[in-house]
């Protein structure tokens, strides 16, 4: 059997995959954001992207199922605010923009997934808070894409350019 072709990814996640609060993993800890920007470089303003990061002792055993439900309706109204999952999935506003807000990651990075119109498949690639030695294994013009800047003490500024000259490097998990 064949497997079958991929088709384009959204726009049409406004429908069931963002939730209230999914960018707030864990308020009282840091601030990561930026924009998605396409190969023109203009932002992408219906691009979806996930998260994930290890706790601040390098822990990977995120709590499941912290998300809560309107008791009269059953919608859901967002996370417990207790439990750190290590997970968010966030949406870009009309300008691109996205914001994250969580606990430094103990191993130095936060992995992300982003979905966007036009990709045929999700593309993965990381933020990097503080230098890692995988950031050494690249040559420092593409290493740079992979680092986010800090705008002030626990403020983070992330950058991803699908494409062009600025184009953050994206992982092969295959």
Not at 14 to 21: D, H, Q
Not at 27 to 43: C, E, F, K, M, S
Not at 56 to 62: C, E, I, K, N, R
Request: overall charge negative.
């Amino acid at each position: 059997m064949n497997p079958t072709p991929s088709q384009t990814v959204g726009p049409f996640y406004g429908y069931a995959l963002p939730f209230p609060g999914g960018g707030n993993i864990a308020l009282g800890g840091i601030t990561v954001h930026g924009r998605v920007y396409d190969g023109a470089g203009d932002p992408v303003p219906d691009a979806l992207l996930e998260f994930w990061q290890a706790d601040p002792a390098g822990g990977l055993s995120g709590a499941p199922g912290t998300l809560r439900r309107d008791p009269v309706d059953g919608s859901i109204i967002g996370r417990n605010g207790v439990d750190f999952t290590g997970f968010g999935r966030v949406p870009t506003d009309a300008d691109g923009h996205w914001t994250l807000r969580t606990l430094d990651p103990g191993n130095g990075y936060i992995s992300v997934c982003v979905f966007a119109r036009g990709l045929l498949h999700h593309l993965y690639t990381r933020i990097y808070l503080r230098h890692d030695a995988f950031l050494d294994a690249l040559p420092p013009e593409r290493g740079r894409t992979l680092v986010a800047a800090e705008e002030r003490e626990g403020v983070y500024r992330f950058d991803i350019h699908l494409q062009g000259e600025k184009e953050t490097v994206f992982l092969d998990f295959g």
